[in-house]
């Protein structure tokens, strides 16, 4: 009879697979001068990031969990991430593509043998397997990051995916959510990570949020219509940082001779999608346009409510779409396509009050700052929210179609500042309505 940690044991070794997949698809299609070039200043060199992979991967598995002797003690202060900023990371003396390769390869090799003896169960950062899914986790957002780096990179396309599906239904509107406590975050998620718990009780008034994110099409008319011109639609930050970053469209946009729009996309030239979510907008871009057409970015709390409450039962679910695991007919996620899919195109992933595509495709800015919830307890370490807590930062919701579904939940919270567009970042608006309104919620 397989028992729940044998099964518990074979998810970890999925996951850990298929980052691990990932990481090594992100690094072997370059050669070793780009691997050890800076490609922006935001960026690390993505030999840091696969070796930073492996060594956060041996301080917590081999050495930690697994009682081991340390791999390579003498580089732990290299692959700090708080000890060096991103633009230093070049001049630091870091492994060679090679030897980094060899090092994560060793790593891995020790890490297996930790899980097949780890009982997954006792202490808080064994149980049900909870330190191997937050490796798993933290090597899938550093899988992100370097698929944002190869879009910053020049040079000829190295990555290749099938294009997303199309559109399938109409997704265009919005939903109106009735007022209403519902429960937001999580305290049973056995891999969920510190800043998502407790589950606890919030009161959302009721609000309207679009059915679809806002698409090319419609961030081209705000563009027509000035957008980029009026600071009347501008918060003062937001007018000081477009004025002084010279803003007039998204990242990574470019208009020809004949007035029309292309975007680049990982090295290649491709035609501005009307149907496609905008990408590649900053928290002030995305504030902007939301008051342009007279509404508002969401909450953090709003957003969560639309995508994870159910009114017919009163709980809120995993997904929108239920408690089940993403699959590919449920969103986009996972690098499985290299862009957005157009709206429309995952109409099984929509939430109990008709809301598509909130997980996948991009990631949302909301209008929340960075906050711990009520009760939260820093685990496993003070570095992976509590620290950033306060600070300059906007929540942002739902993943994007670089995104893995083990680093993706409903719950899941992710966080930069509000000046950031390299990452793969859109929206959707709401809207305040009639306290009074008492329908689908």
């Known amino acids: 009879m397989t028992t729940e940690a044998e099964v518990v044991r074979r998810q970890l070794e999925t996951v850990l697979t298929r980052s691990r997949a990932r990481s090594e698809a992100l690094t072997d299609c370059l050669d070793e001068d780009e691997l050890v070039a800076q490609h922006s200043k935001l960026m690390s060199p993505l030999i840091w990031d696969l070796a930073h992979i492996g060594n956060q991967e041996e301080l917590w598995l081999v050495r930690d969990v697994g009682g081991r002797e340390p791999v390579r003690r003498d580089i732990d202060e290299l692959y700090d991430a708080f000890k060096h900023a991103r633009s230093n990371r070049p001049s630091l003396p ?13 790593v891995r090799d020790k890490v297996w043998d930790v899980l097949d003896t780890s009982p997954l169960r006792g202490r808080r950062l064994e149980h049900d397997g909870f330190a191997f899914a937050m490796i798993a986790q933290h090597e899938q957002q550093h899988d992100e990051t370097m698929l944002a780096t190869h879009q910053l990179r020049s040079g000829p396309a190295v990555l290749a995916a099938p294009a997303p599906p199309p559109a ?23 891999w969920s990570l510190d800043n998502e718990r407790p589950a606890h009780r919030v009161h959302v008034p009721a609000f309207a949020i679009d059915i679809a994110p806002v698409t090319n099409a419609q961030y081209l008319a705000f563009i ?16 000081a940082h477009r004025q002084s970053a010279e803003l007039s469209a998204p990242q990574f946009w470019e208009r020809d001779a004949g007035g029309r729009w292309w975007r680049r996309r990982f090295g290649t030239m491709v035609p501005l999608r009307p149907e496609q979510p905008v990408v590649h ?35 809120s679910r995993r997904f929108p779409w239920g ?13 499985h396509h290299l862009e957005p899919a157009d709206v429309g195109a995952y109409p099984l992933g929509a939430s109990p009050a008709g809301v598509q595509q909130l997980v996948g495709d ?80």
């Open 94 to 106: 870091l492994l060679a593509p090679t030897e980094a390769r060899n090092y994560v390869r060793t």
């Open 168 to 190: 399938r239904v109409a997704a265009t509107g919005e939903a109106v959510i009735a007022a209403g406590d519902f429960m937001m975050g999580t305290s049973t998620d056995p």
């Open 224 to 239: 027509d219509d000035a957008g980029y011109e009026r600071p009347e639609l501008w918060s003062e930050r937001g007018w």
């Open 281 to 315: 907008v900053c928290f002030f871009e995305a504030e902007a346009y939301a008051r342009w057409a007279g509404k508002r970015l969401p909450t953090e709390a709003e957003w969560e409510k639309a995508a994870r409450h159910d009114p017919a039962t009163g709980r």
């Open 323 to 335: 408690d089940d695991d993403p699959t590919d007919a449920l969103a986009n996620l996972g690098q």
């Open 362 to 441: 991009v990631w949302e800015w909301t209008s929340s700052g960075f906050e711990a919830y009520p009760g939260f307890e820093a685990f496993p370490y003070d570095e992976y929210s509590k620290v950033f807590f306060g600070g300059d930062y906007r929540m942002l919701r739902g993943g994007s179609f670089g995104t893995d579904p083990v680093a993706c939940r409903g719950t899941f919270r992710n966080w930069d500042h509000p000046i950031r567009r390299q990452i793969f970042s859109g929206f959707r608006c709401a809207r305040d309505v009639s306290a009074e309104y008492g329908g689908r919620g």
